[in-house]
């Protein structure tokens, strides 16, 4: 799609591929967030969008990026990549931005089904992001926030050298809980020579990275 050339973008890593999601790689996010995304009980998003039955969770998948795609502007985007591994579409990874052209700073934040965690892919995708935002989009901040309590979300953070930035209070399902802001700044990232970015120039208008 010429004027929206978004479906060609694509980062490879070792084990992973990340890319605008076809409607084929929806309908497979879908039934893996229908499986679940993590333990009952436990909430790790800011938004409880997977407190609801399995058919009406993987629904939401779908709805969720018609309105991504259809807000998308120059100053104010969010982007949620398909996570391709072993050739399925396991969970999303997703990096958001207003006013980039000015401010050069993004935050993502991220899901994978429950059955494809504990096995290192959390920190590759969130590893492939970065070096979208860095090296392809040129920003100069990273930012990500986690629940005090979201131990494997906190331990890919820090492994990946964010540092810790403030912290801010939340309403999670009734109860108080604190979170952690983390911020990353390009000069303590470090690269990846195994990562690839592709279909990424066509793209830079639509994200205001003219420039980049």
């Known amino acids: 799609m010429r004027r929206f050339p978004l479906f060609d973008l694509k980062i490879t890593t070792p084990r992973l591929e990340l890319r605008f999601p076809s409607l084929d790689d929806l ?19 800011t938004f409880p969008w997977s407190d609801t039955t399995p058919d009406k969770r993987a629904l939401s998948v779908i709805q969720h990026q018609f309105r991504l795609w259809g807000a998308l502007t120059p100053g104010d985007w969010s982007l949620e990549l ?9 969970g999303f990874q997703g990096l958001s931005a207003s006013d980039f052209a000015v401010r050069k ?3 993502s934040g991220s899901w ?8 290192g892919i959390g920190t590759e995708m969130r590893g492939a992001i970065l070096h979208l935002a860095f090296a392809g989009l ?29 912290m801010r209070t939340h309403n999670r399902q009734g109860k108080r809980v604190d979170v952690k802001l983390f911020r990353l700044a390009v000069q303590d990232w470090t690269p990846r020579p195994d990562i690839e970015i592709h279909g990424l120039e066509a793209c830079l208008p639509l994200l205001g990275a003219e420039e980049a």
């Open 105 to 107: 700073e993004v935050l």
């Open 82 to 90: 398909a996570v391709i591994h072993d050739g399925r579409a396991i």
């Open 138 to 166: 040129k920003a100069d901040y990273a930012t990500t926030d986690v629940f005090e309590d979201n131990l494997p979300s906190l331990g890919v953070t820090r492994k990946l050298g964010y540092r810790e930035d403030g």
């Open 27 to 45: 309908e497979q996010i879908a039934e893996v967030a229908a499986e679940g995304v993590h333990d009952p009980g436990f909430m790790p998003f």
């Open 112 to 119: 994978i089904g429950k059955r494809f965690q504990g096995q």
